[in-house]
């Protein structure tokens, strides 16, 4: 690497002349210049002035073994010099897919089997959304095709990633959206139960609103119902247990199948491989990415229960889809490794038992009471903190993501990596946080919301 050679602002320039960064404002990180992060070593990042920030995003809700692992540099490197890449096209296949694909079998609910490979968890969402749709061709009734998601749900960056999605500023610059998907309330009791609505009452209703779209398009042209379990880029907006049990029977009553996007609480997020597996909900469709490979490679998988993968396999006929890169031999190498050490170290049975658990409590001990948090809410090693200026009143501070904004920047200069969504600061750490982890995290934040609310005070 020659990195070393270039100093910050030289680094910072060339960035700023030639790289366009995602879901950024490239006028205000011109004049900001970039934070550039050269290394990382178990639960720490470090930028290129050697500042050490503990990270509790995992990345991108990716990096579930913590960074520095040398065993799944050594798997890329002996896959790549045995054979770097062949397809999986044309009847071939390579070893490293297959055997993942038993593994995630394995792992998956059992009613789970097969295996469809992208990069990214946008691409593995692209082809839920053209399997559903070509499975009910099969089934002979391609009128089924409608999908229903959900306002505020983000199920990636592509055409159909953005339009299975619900963010309005995403829509907003599509410029047209694959038609025939519809979007409904979100289940976040938060800002949306009425007064007096008990949250076992709000899941219901919630859940109805999925039932509303069902019977305004007929159940004979509803192809799917989509959702993330938990929403995650959304804000970390865990359901009421009512919701996703009433989903389900509602999917089921008008034959539509369920298709679940776990790109962030696959692989042991809330301490089961699936949040499927945690919230007992049985899809016909789970896409995974990220924390498969604990963000080392590019790789997402499709996995497909055995409903829709009957009909595939038994009716026959070309499905026309598919990436250069799917099964990837080297990103499929470099997840079974991933795996492998994700149950070596029993980091599910860890989130389940312990730091899951402990993550709950010091939120709700040591950061809930503080005057700037409206609520703290988490599931796994997944959780939320809600920034509010009044707390019996819910109001927020104005604009709306400036005060979220305040209190990440001095998380950071602080030395802790939180994301602000919205009005919410948003945790997804390394499963292999240990209590002293957690202690370390809650007190840097805690810090920072005592310097945020200093800061919003004098606006
Ligand atoms: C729930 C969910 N689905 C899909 C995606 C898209 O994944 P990718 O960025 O790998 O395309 C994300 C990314 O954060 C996500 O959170």
């Not at 099969?138 to 749900?153: D, T």
């Not at 119902?225 to 009553?253: D, H, L, N, T």
């Not at 795996?339 to 029993?346: C, K, S, V």
């Amino acid at each position: 690497m020659t990195y070393q050679n270039y100093s910050l602002k030289q680094l910072q320039q060339i960035d700023a002349a030639h790289h366009l960064h995602p879901f950024t404002d490239h006028k205000e990180l011109r004049e900001a210049g970039s934070r550039i992060i050269t290394h990382a070593n178990g639960p720490f990042i470090y930028d290129s002035e050697g500042t050490e920030i503990l990270d509790g995003m995992a990345g991108l809700w990716c990096v579930n073994i913590g960074y520095g692992r040398d065993e799944l540099a050594e798997a890329a490197y002996a896959q790549m010099k045995e054979l770097p890449y062949y397809n999986s096209f044309f009847k071939c296949s390579t070893p490293t897919p297959v055997l993942l694909s038993k593994k995630l079998a394995e792992i998956a609910p059992k009613h789970v089997n097969q295996v469809f490979y992208g990069s990214s968890g946008s691409e593995a969402n692209d082809t839920a959304l053209r399997l559903v749709r070509h499975y009910w061709v099969l089934e002979g009734k391609p009128e089924k095709n409608r999908i229903i998601s959900r306002k505020m749900a983000y199920h990636g960056s592509t055409v159909a990633g953005t339009s299975l999605g619900g963010m309005d500023a995403m829509h907003k610059q599509l410029g047209g959206a694959v038609p025939n998907i519809v979007h409904v309330m979100m289940p976040y009791a938060y800002e949306l139960a009425l007064p007096g609505e008990s949250d076992h009452d709000f899941g219901l209703r919630a859940a109805k609103a999925v039932e509303d779209a069902i019977l305004e398009a007929g159940a004979d042209k509803v192809a799917a119902f989509i959702g993330e379990p938990v929403m995650g880029a959304g804000g970390v907006k865990i359901p009421p247990v009512s919701y996703w049990p009433e989903v389900q029977r509602i999917c089921r009553k008008y034959d539509v199948l369920l298709m679940l996007d776990e790109v962030i609480t696959g692989y042991g997020r809330t301490g089961e491989w699936f949040a499927s597996q945690t919230l007992g909900i049985e899809p016909d469709t789970i896409t995974t990415a990220k924390a498969l490979t604990s963000g080392y490679q590019p790789l997402s998988a499709l996995l497909v229960g055995d409903r829709i993968a009957a009909t595939l396999v038994g009716k026959g006929g070309e499905f026309n889809h598919g990436y250069t890169y799917s099964g990837h031999p080297v990103a499929c190498a470099v997840a079974l490794k991933n795996l492998e050490i994700i149950e070596r170290e029993g980091l599910v049975d860890r989130v389940r038992n312990d730091t899951g658990p402990y993550f709950a409590k010091a939120l709700q001990e040591r950061i809930a009471g503080h005057d700037l948090v409206g609520e703290v809410r988490s599931i796994g090693l997944m959780g939320a903190i809600e920034i509010v200026k009044d707390k019996a009143t819910k109001e927020r501070f104005l604009p709306s993501g400036s005060a979220a904004v305040t209190v990440r920047d001095h998380a950071i200069a602080q030395g802790m990596m939180l994301r602000a969504t919205g009005d919410t600061m948003i945790l997804s750490p390394p499963l292999i946080w240990t209590r002293d982890t957690i202690d370390m995290a809650c007190e840097r934040i805690s810090k920072a919301l005592d310097l945020a609310q200093a800061d919003l005070r004098k606006r």
